[in-house]
C-alpha cells in the first residue's frame, strides 16, 4: 500500500541556518504530496502542496519539489527562524482518493 | 470565521468507560476523518466519512465507533474495547480534492 517515509528527527539548528528535511514516498499513480506543520497542542496546517511532477510547492521561504524519477518531496528552507519550531508532516494522497497518508514526522528545533 | 471545532482540549476516561469526543465543522465539507496521533508515530487513520448517513473503517478502527447524522458532526467514541486509548485525537475535513482542514485535537488520557 502507499507510504511515506521522513527523516527522523529531532533536527536543531541554529537561527539563519539552511533546512532540509527528507521526504519519500510510495504510491501507484500519480499521488497529490503535502507538507503539514503542527505547533505545540495545535492541530495541522498545510503549509505547501504539490500535485504533479515536478511542480514546486512554496509558503513563508519553504519550498519542495515533487521528484517522480526519485520518489522524493524533500522540505527546504534557506534561513530558519525560531518561530520555525515546529513538528513537520510529509503526506500523500492517491489519485481519486480519499485517504490521506502521514509520515511519522520531524522535530525541528531552532536556537537562537 | 469558518473552522473545525474539537472539545473537550482535555478527556480523562476510567477503565470501562466510554467517552465521546466531539467534532463540530462549518466549513459545509462533505468528507470528515478522525486521526490517532502517539509520539514518534504521525498520524493513523481511525474512520472517516465521506457523506451524511456513511463512514468507512481506517486503519485502526478497532475499540472506536463514529456516526454521521449531521454533516456538520462527525463524534468519535472510544469504547472499553480499545485498551490503549490514551493518545491526542484529531479531526479534520475536506472538500473535493483540497487540503485538510484540522480542528485543534483532544487529548484522552486513562485515569
Known amino acids: 500500500g502507499d507510504s511515506v517515509t521522513q527523516m527522523e528527527g529531532p533536527v536543531t539548528l541554529s537561527e539563519e541556518a539552511f533546512l532540509t528535511i527528507n521526504c519519500t514516498y510510495t504510491a501507484t499513480g500519480y499521488p497529490s504530496l503535502f507538507w503539514y506543520v503542527q505547533y505545540p497542542g495545535e492541530g495541522l496546517q498545510l503549509l505547501l502542496k504539490?500535485?504533479?511532477?515536478?511542480d514546486k510547492g512554496s509558503n513563508k521561504g519553504f519550498e519542495a519539489t515533487y521528484r517522480k524519477e526519485t520518489t522524493s518531496f524533500h522540505l527546504e528552507k534557506g534561513s530558519v527562524q525560531v518561530s520555525d519550531s515546529a513538528v513537520y508532516f510529509c503526506?500523500?494522497?492517491?489519485?481519486?482518493?480519499?485517504?490521506?497518508?502521514f509520515g511519522a514526522g520531524t522535530r525541528l528545533f531552532v536556537k537562537a | 470565521d469558518g473552522g473545525i471545532t474539537q472539545s473537550p482540549k482535555y478527556l480523562f476516561r476510567k477503565e470501562g468507560q466510554n467517552v465521546t469526543l466531539s467534532c463540530e465543522q462549518n466549513l459545509n465539507h462533505d468528507a470528515m476523518y478522525w486521526y490517532r496521533q502517539d509520539p514518534g508515530q504521525g498520524l493513523r487513520l481511525i474512520y472517516y466519512s465521506q457523506i451524511v448517513n456513511d463512514f468507512q473503517k481506517g486503519d485502526i478502527a478497532e475499540g472506536y465507533s463514529v456516526s454521521r447524522e449531521k454533516k456538520e458532526s462527525f463524534p468519535l467514541t472510544v469504547t472499553s474495547a480499545q485498551k490503549n486509548p490514551t493518545a491526542f485525537y484529531l479531526c479534520?475535513?475536506?472538500?473535493?480534492?483540497?487540503?485538510?482542514?484540522f480542528g485543534s485535537g483532544t487529548q484522552l488520557s486513562v485515569l
Open positions: 504539490a500535485t504533479k511532477a515536478d
Open positions: 479534520a475535513s475536506r472538500f473535493l480534492n483540497e487540503k485538510l482542514f
Open positions: 503526506a500523500l494522497r492517491g489519485t481519486g482518493g480519499f485517504k490521506t497518508i
